[in-house]
């Protein structure tokens, strides 16, 4: 089941331009210059219910307008969206309850209120049945590991038990399109960690869809299974995490440790040496050479240990970003 479908979704914002100094400022009263930025342009994508998508791209790029055009808090400049079988700029109640927008900018608790009475403020606002809040509070309180904070003010937590809190709150109604902005912003190992347990643990059953932003790689790979690149409001990408590199940015790193002598001048007309040192290299290969170079560096030269591996994320990333400038 198709859960969010788009074609050609564009977000255009208009601006007066102000110049400097008096002159400048008369200019723009009497004849102003107004401008247009295309925050998302002509994107289409589709999300099929159970999925968890990585929406991810540099600062700019219309991550954060996407998410609320999905939500309807914004609505298009031109183009179709369909969530759910609504148009959400229309906002209508059953729309709302189908879906969660949690930011990693913003808390929408009331900062007065423990976890406990916000959870049964979202009952009333929803309208969530006594059975069926009974047992998401439950669930989710045993998730989000918030069982001894949940009369404890919110001003009195840290950013991390506060950022759970509101985790299981946003999911209390049991909504099928989940999209979380930044979700691990600010936080510390242990916290982030246990958001992504979370989230991963949401998306057990696959009867959500759930959209992840990110600048932090490890938030991608720990929990998403595919990934949609933006870039300048466009998608550069679009696939699974898997075959990302393969399209992208197609190399094998093979790190070498040695135990004996060995000579630079063997390693070149292997590949690329990205970088050498007395005891250790590492060479930058095609993909289908990589088990035939490491099978000759382990009968021609004197290897103490030897690894393959991909790209990181960060680097695939960074490589895609500097590609379209």
Known sequence: MIAIDTAYLSKTYWYYEKEAGLAGALRGIIRPRKVAVEAVREVNFSVRMGEIVGLIG??????????????????????????MGFTPSRREKAFLKSIAYVSGQRNRLFWDLPAEDYFRFCQVVYDIPNDLYNRNRKRLIELADIGEILTVPQRKLSFGQRKRCELAAALLHDPKIILLDEPTNAMDIVSAGRVRQFIRETAIDGSNVIIVTSHNTYDIENVCERVTILDRGGIVYDGSLENLNY????????RVRFNGP???DQLQPLGHIAFH?????????????????????????????????????????ESIYLRNR
Do not use: F
Not at 60 to 81: F, N
Not at 247 to 254: A, H, L, N, S, Y
């Open 58 to 83: 540099p600062n700019g790029a219309g991550k954060t307008t996407t998410l609320k055009m999905l939500c309807g808090i914004l609505h298009p400049s031109e183009g179709r969206l369909d969530v």
């Open 247 to 254: 399209e992208k940015r197609p190399i094998k790193r093979i």
């Open 262 to 264: 060995w000579h630079v």
């Open 277 to 317: 040192r007395e005891a250790e290299a590492l060479l930058e290969v095609d993909p289908e050479r990589a088990p035939s170079v490491a099978s000759y560096l382990l009968s021609h030269l004197p290897v103490r240990d030897i690894g393959i591996t991909d790209p990181s994320l960060e680097e695939i990333l």
